[in-house]
């Protein structure tokens, strides 16, 4: 069965770094674009990054252009997402997510179940 | 970036009442809408693909309709483990953009 496991989650300072890690089974990972969304407490769902299956096209939500890179190793089955000169209001529960296409229309069908970054001094 | 504006916000039902939400895009994005369903603590779930398919193992109790720029989710009869918080997601253009949420309570 499909499974999505993100880690690489923690607490860091404003302006400092972290990557998100995203490790994929039970599909075949190099066929399948991936997405991160992420959810700031008590708040809804923002979409933030998605990757083609080859890695090759990136597309990132306007809050965090320029901020953060989504890659893929696909020998290795994982979707990463580096999150550069973090803010406060980065802070979230990150999803990693599966793309799905079918009849022509794109959805993300599975999900992981989070990994929590706190942004604060 | 395409807007989606969902309402209402929140919505109180009981058990057995039929609920709809909707969702409208500030552009036209044909039918390139999901509908997803997301309990406290838990990842969201897909339930509609496409503004109309249902997903596989959904209860038909779930329905979705429109085109264009207006979008309904409905719940026919809901039942107890339906009170949740459901979002649209427009999957048009990137980047993709969700709707704020209706929470559904009892």
């Known amino acids: 069965q499909v499974q999505l496991v993100e880690s690489g989650g923690g607490v860091v300072q404003p302006g400092r770094s972290l990557r998100l890690s995203c490790a994929a089974s039970g599909f075949i990972f190099s066929r399948y674009g991936m997405h991160w969304v992420r959810q700031a407490p008590g708040k809804g769902l923002e979409w933030v990054a998605v990757l083609s299956f080859d890695g090759r096209t990136p597309f990132y939500g306007d809050s965090v252009k320029g901020r953060f890179t989504i890659s893929r190793d696909n020998s290795k089955n994982t979707v990463f997402l580096q999150m550069t000169s973090l803010r406060p209001e980065d802070t979230a529960v990150y999803y990693c997510a599966k793309e799905e296409v079918r009849y022509g229309e794109r959805f993300a069908e599975y999900w992981g179940p989070g990994a929590l970054v706190t942004v604060s001094s | 970036a395409i807007q989606m504006t969902q309402s209402p916000s929140s919505l109180s039902a009981s058990v057995g009442d039929r609920v709809t939400i909707t969702c409208r895009a500030s552009q036209d994005i044909r039918n390139d809408v999901g509908w997803y369903q997301q309990k406290p603590g838990k990842a969201p779930k897909v339930l509609i693909f496409?503004?109309?398919t249902l997903q596989s193992g959904v209860p038909s109790r779930f329905s979705g309709s429109g085109s264009g720029s207006d979008f309904t989710l409905t719940i026919s009869s809901l039942q107890p483990e339906d009170f949740a918080t459901y979002y649209c997601l427009q999957d048009y253009t990137y980047p993709w953009t969700f709707g704020q949420g209706t929470k559904l309570e009892i």
């Open positions: 496409g503004a109309s």
